[in-house]
């Protein structure tokens, strides 16, 4: 296997390597030369992490194979300024508070140093362009232009440096103060570590087999051939936890791999450590399972009929949690009302999709302590769990949290880390295992999607009477948050509005679909969705402007909530009549009156995308210099 | 016009911090050599800006930078227990927990300073990395502050636990305070729909958010942008599919997320209605911020080129299909007018 | 994960061929790579273990870019990129810019190269319509009895269905020739889920000349991709154009003509729809840019803007 020879400079140093020639760019950068800044968001040329200059090109290093950079000059994000220092253009990127989670920030601020050089007078428009090949899933963008704007203008000086500077506060009234990020720095200059790009000395790493079925019984499973193979150091099945197993955020109904069946396509059955991570993907193949494919579930409604397949022997009915909410006499409600209004709302599973893949480290430390390093959003719960099932005292066990490459709910599960940990304690040596992005896409959990029937009485003048909401969830294959995600999302269901008579219903049910879990806003998002469509066509069979209708039902200061809960303080009408007025709102029942109304266009709105803004002529630098 | 623009608005509301449980969060505090500040808690910064907003708040409460705030790493061996980063809990539960420790950490050095300075505690005033006695020629620099206190065998230091006082809901009418505190939002969405091709751009959105009280404007913003986003991914593009169970969109390349090019102007107002339950007001912002931007962008496509979007994500050729059959209806119902 | 035992980069085309004959069989070509390492991975292809990586992208033959009077040379191996920041480029062949622009991002464009995307031939493939519409000829070559024997066939003949090619196992695409059509009004639309990296549902590139008058279509290339397995060149359509006056009637009925075309295997219903507001829109844009303006019915041109 000839390596191939790489003679190179980068970051203005000199090297002469040789790699195997199967390595990316991306791996020659962050593996072998240690610059982690450089990141591997999804390895198949989509989300722009991994952008490095080669000869002064902006190209995406997951889809370079590393020889071509034989000869050629490389910059990376930690190249970009001095040790200690950054770049003005970084600095922007502080100021504007462009960064967040900051793990597609490197690439960002590599694509948005290309595009200024491509053209240091580039307007919005253009900038946005230039960024398009950059996937941003915090900051929503916005941000992001702000601070390349900025840079250009303090570049070109139109904006004096001083516009770079956090502002002053001697009074100390830093709350309310737009200070500048803490963390922005280490993240802007490439020099935060997240879990994949944390090494120890002697790592393994890890490989994770998985289930090929939906459902299925496991009948058997031999490692002794990936055991047997040279360069592996360790395996692992369910047969290797020494506690009590399953975890879960609110029920423990989820085995740290497959225990006597698999639920989910995707599901983790044996994982496998080499120093090597290729030995490790290899071996996979050499585990032999045997399966016996049992009839599977993929719709709620199908899994919650007599006689569906039951994923869990602890709910044989497949349901994971109903949430019942019930407010005064709803066929009385009805009775009332002057209008009824049903339709059916439904909303499909999504994908968290933050920038870092789920990755972690872990080690058993010279106390005996089983320490895992993990972007985890809640180690206090792990923690707990996790001790459990490896049978250790809660402090001998530690969770240290990584840097969070985005989370939004998908990484509250404890889905990797009990792997992590048994394999650590299994060869006595630092794991760490990073996903490709199609296993984060593939295997995690998503948000609960959802089918709500909505039945709504209103009086003519837009009083609403009574509200009639069932929602019925897919939860997939585990629990995870389903129960609470069901909770929340029928406490919230009716909306902020005053109603006599209320009857929510939640269900949350087992099938075997990829687990929905956490994710931000937690079922709020689902059922909202459908009450606050279900009010705009309220509006138009009653002739009334959608402000009005909300403003008619809201509920005000000293309102009982649909739990029967008093609220001092309710800041609704003073929200309706701030967007009204921000948007310039112009009154009218929801018809659909676009092409009539008056309101449109201007402050506010960015213009419509056609793409070319390069191409126009007005695009590149203007003849006369600005001062 | 093939283009057409329309416009649709929604409301939300939420609740703070844990559901239907009660929820807690602890933290401690010491102002440290040189007038720094040493914050350790169980703060898990998922990029929403938490560990900034909680140096803003330890610097005002102790009278020091935010520049000079260390916080601590999230360990559960070395920091104490703060629960985890969702429910948009944190700048509640841990901005509190961390004011009122910063509080007592604070009032550990003004009891060794008013002792010294021979003033009543109550006048004494820190700020910015100062501290001194109002009405009086007292003041010195914090470091010097911390280091007259190590030298009387003082380190000031504090402590505290936030909890809240909320209940589990009744199993058969589900009756309960699941939160103690609530926020309210609204957002207008103008878009704009190609007739031809069903392809939805939003061009503008207005949210106005309760937040109980703005820590860091700017980061108030940065939640609610990057929050309309990811529900406009879901509204307009975002679709996990699978199959008998397997994932047929199992890469970024079928499983799309908004681009650069996608996203529209967001204007943002910050609404405070304080909390008045907690020692500094907060409430929160991370996930409110993406529940009316969906269904504001429905009614807004309804307004625009009349088609009802019930089910998501308003794909191109959903949005086409409607306006195809919306036609053919009007055209049948003039024909047989005719 | 694609793995390999050993990475090529021949010199020149005698150097690729003599590696291709020395592990035939157990090699694959790649030029940009931007095609081959998305596919060798889970979910696609998974992972993919090739003995020999044949790297052509450093030939100076396939590096060749040249306007050469009514022709214009491609090597395989110029990145997409060129069509936006080669003005000689744009000129001869106008509607690549605008299909540039739209293709995936500037990173990709700067290493994803002509060849290869032709190579790849996906049906969604948005850069081959517009070459078509150019009248594009694949250069082919292949060493046969120590010689390199040379053909060229065009680009619609060339893409036989999803991932096939006339391509034989011996032989490499050197490049493109394709007409020069400097001063024809270009468009090029499509439709997508999102604005930027989409892979395209329909795509159609149209260009047009107009004769002296300025009331009649002089010269239409017309070509689509997406509704079939490969992209179509609409030789009917142009010559419908081209065989009476200039109206928006004429337009109108043009547009009609493809949706019979459409049999994709999905989406068929939403791609006929959009067939014909396309071809409206990109008739008329085109014909604007070759100047005749004045011709268009107002109503016509509003209610596709």
């Known amino acids: ?627 | 016009m093939a283009k057409r623009r329309g416009r649709g608005v929604a409301a939300c509301w939420y609740g703070i911090a844990r559901t239907a449980t009660v929820d807690r969060a602890g933290a401690w505090a010491e102002i440290d050599d040189g007038g720094t500040a040493k914050i350790v808690t169980g703060v898990t910064e998922i990029g929403e800006g938490i560990l900034t907003v909680l140096a803003q708040i330890a610097a005002q409460e102790l009278g020091v930078r935010p520049q000079d705030v260390t916080i601590g790493d999230n360990d559960t061996a070395r920091s104490p227990e703060a629960a985890h980063a969702g429910a948009t809990r944190q700048t509640y539960m841990i901005g509190n927990a961390v004011a009122l420790a910063s509080r007592q950490a604070r009032a550990a050095l003004v009891e060794v300073l008013a002792k010294h300075w021979g003033v009543d505690g109550r006048s004494i005033k820190t700020a910015a990395g100062e501290a001194w006695a109002e009405g009086t020629n007292h003041k010195m620099p914090m470091g010097d502050a911390v280091h007259l206190a190590k030298s009387r065998g003082v380190v000031p230091l504090g402590s505290a636990s936030f909890g809240t006082d909320t209940t589990g809901l009744d199993p058969v009418d589900g009756s309960g305070r699941p939160w103690q505190a609530y926020v309210f939002g609204c957002q207008v969405a103008e878009v704009e729909v190609d007739t031809l091709t069903g392809e939805v751009q939003v061009l503008g959105i207005w949210a106005v958010h309760d937040v109980g009280r703005a820590v860091n404007p700017r980061g108030v913003e940065g939640q609610i942008e990057g929050g309309i986003v990811q529900a406009l991914g879901q509204g307009l593009m975002e679709d996990y599919r699978t199959v008998n169970g397997h994932a047929t969109t199992p890469n970024l390349a079928k499983y799309i997320l908004p681009t650069s090019l996608d996203v529209p102007h967001v204007t943002s107002v910050i609404l405070e209605d304080p909390d008045p339950i907690g020692p500094l007001g907060v409430k929160g912002i991370g996930e409110p911020a993406m529940i009316p931007t969906i269904p504001a962008v429905m009614n807004a496509i309804y307004d625009a080129v009349g088609v009802r979007i019930t089910s998501l994500p308003a794909t191109p050729e959903k949005v086409l299909e409607g306006i195809i059959a919306k036609a053919s209806r009007a055209k049948a119902s003039r024909m047989a007018a005719e | 994960m694609l793995i390999c035992d050993e990475y090529l980069m021949p010199a020149s085309l005698d150097e690729a061929f003599d590696a291709m004959s020395a592990h035939r069989g157990q090699h694959r070509i790649i030029a940009g790579a931007t095609d081959t390492l998305p596919w060798a991975r889970e979910g696609r292809a998974g992972d993919v273990e090739v003995p020999v990586l044949i790297d052509v992208s450093k030939i100076p033959e396939l590096n060749e870019r040249r306007v050469d009077g009514a022709h214009v040379r491609l090597g395989a191996a110029v990145p997409i990129q060129r069509f936006l920041d080669d003005p000689a480029l744009a000129r001869a062949m106008p509607v690549m810019p605008q299909c540039a622009v739209w293709f995936a991002d500037d990173q990709i464009r700067e290493t994803a190269t002509i060849g290869g995307n032709v190579i790849n031939a996906s049906p969604a493939a948005d850069g081959t319509p517009p070459l078509i519409a150019h009248g594009a000829r694949v250069k082919l070559a292949a060493k046969r009895g120590g010689k390199i024997e040379r053909r060229k066939v065009a680009l619609s003949d060339f893409i036989l269905g999803p991932g096939k090619t006339a391509l034989q196992d011996d032989e490499l695409m050197v490049g493109l020739e394709c007409d020069a059509l400097p001063g024809y009004g270009a468009s090029f639309e499509k439709v997508g889920h999102r604005r930027s990296l989409v892979i395209s549902l329909v795509c159609l590139a149209v260009l047009v000349k107009l004769d002296a008058s300025k009331q009649r279509i002089a010269d239409a290339r017309l070509a689509i991709g997406g509704i079939g397995p490969v992209p179509q060149r609409l030789s009917e359509v142009e010559t419908f154009l081209c065989a009476g006056p200039l109206t928006a009637e004429r337009l109108e009925q043009a547009a009609d003509m493809p949706v019979a075309l459409v049999a994709s295997r999905s989406r068929q219903e939403y791609r006929r729809e959009v067939v014909r507001g396309f071809m409206l829109r990109a008739l008329m844009t085109a014909v604007r840019h070759a100047g005749g303006r004045d011709i268009l019915a107002p109503e016509l041109e509003a209610a596709y803007a």
Request: proline residues 5%; charged residues 20%; hydrophobic residues 40%.
């Open chain 1, 1 to 627: 296997m000839p390596d191939v020879r790489i003679e190179a400079t980068i970051n203005g140093r000199r090297i002469a390597r040789n790699a195997k020639p199967h390595l990316r760019l991306l791996d020659f950068l962050r593996d072998d030369l240690g610059h982690t800044g450089t990141k591997e968001g999804c390895g198949a040329g989509e989300c722009g992490t991994c952008s490095v200059f080669v000869d002064g090109v902006l190209l995406k290093s997951c889809l370079v194979p590393a020889a071509k950079a034989q000869g050629t000059t490389i910059e990376t994000v930690e190249g970009l300024a001095k040790a200690g220092e950054l770049s003005v253009l970084q600095q922007a990127f502080h100021k504007a508070g462009a960064s967040q989670c900051g793990y597609c920030i490197p690439g960002m601020v590599m694509a948005a140093t290309a595009a200024l050089r491509a053209n240091p007078f580039a307007g919005r428009e253009e900038i946005k362009e230039r960024l398009g090949g950059n996937i941003c899933r915090c900051t929503g963008y916005q941000k992001i232009f702000d601070a390349v704007e900025l840079a250009r203008d303090v570049t070109n000086g139109r904006r004096p440096a001083s516009a770079l500077a956090e502002e002053d506060q001697a009074d100390g009234a830093f709350i309310g103060a737009n200070v500048r990020r803490l963390d922005a720095p280490s993240k802007v200059s490439g020099a935060l570590k997240y879990a994949g790009d944390m090494v120890m000395p002697h790592m393994l790493h890890m490989a994770v087999l998985r289930s090929p079925h939906a459902h299925a019984r496991i009948v058997s499973i031999d490692t002794s051939q990936a055991e047997a193979m040279a360069g592996v150091e360790g395996v692992i099945t369910c047969a290797d936890v020494p506690g009590v197993d399953g975890f879960g955020v609110f029920v423990h109904d989820q085995p740290i791999m497959a225990r006597g069946k698999v639920r989910y396509v995707g599901e983790q059955v044996a994982a496998v450590a080499s120093e090597d991570p290729l030995i490790a993907r290899r071996a996979l193949a050499k585990i032999k399972v045997v399966y016996e494919p049992l009839p599977a579930v993929f719709d709620a409604h199908e899994a919650m009929k007599s006689g569906a397949p039951a994923l869990h022997e602890y709910a044989p009915d497949n349901l994971v949690k109903h949430i019942p909410i019930r407010v005064g006499d709803i066929a009385k409600g009805f009775a009332d009302s002057d209008l009824i209004v049903e339709e059916t709302y439904s909303t499909q599973q999504v994908e968290h999709a933050y920038l870092e893949p789920e990755a972690g480290l872990a080690y058993v430390d010279h106390d005996g302590v089983v320490t895992i390093l993990s972007p985890s959003q809640n180690i206090t719960h792990h923690r707990h769990m996790l001790s459990r099932i490896i049978a250790q005292p809660i402090n001998k066990v530690r969770f240290i949290m990584s840097p969070v490459g985005g989370g939004f709910g998908g990484k509250e599960d404890m889905v990797y880390q009990g792997m992590l940990a048994l394999m650590a304690m299994k060869t006595r040596r630092p794991v760490r295992l990073v996903f490709t992005r199609e296993e984060s896409i593939i295997t995690t959990a998503k948000r609960h999607p959802s089918r709500t029937t909505y039945k709504m009485g209103l009086t003519r003048d837009g009083r609403i009477t009574a509200v009639e909401i069932t929602m019925i969830s897919d939860g997939g294959a585990y629990g995870m948050s389903t129960e609470g995600v069901m909770r929340k999302a029928a406490i919230l269901a009716a909306g902020p509005y005053a109603i006599p008579n209320v009857k929510v219903d939640t269900y949350g049910v087992y099938t075997n679909n990829t687990p929905s879990g956490a994710f931000r806003s937690f079922g709020a998002l689902q059922s909202q969705f459908a009450t606050e469509t279900h009010l705009d066509i309220c509006a138009e069979k009653l002739g009334l402007d959608p402000f009005e209708i909300r403003r008619i039902n809201a509920m005000r200061d000293g309102a009982t909530t649909h739990t029967k809960q008093t609220l001092k303080s309710v800041s609704l009408t003073r929200a309706l009549d701030a967007a009204e007025k921000a948007a310039r709102w112009e009154a009218g029942a929801p018809i659909s009156r676009g092409t009539t109304r008056s309101d449109l266009g201007g402050e506010g709105t960015r213009p419509s995308c056609t793409l070319g803004a390069r191409l126009a002529p007005s695009a590149t630098r203007p003849k006369s210099e600005v001062a």
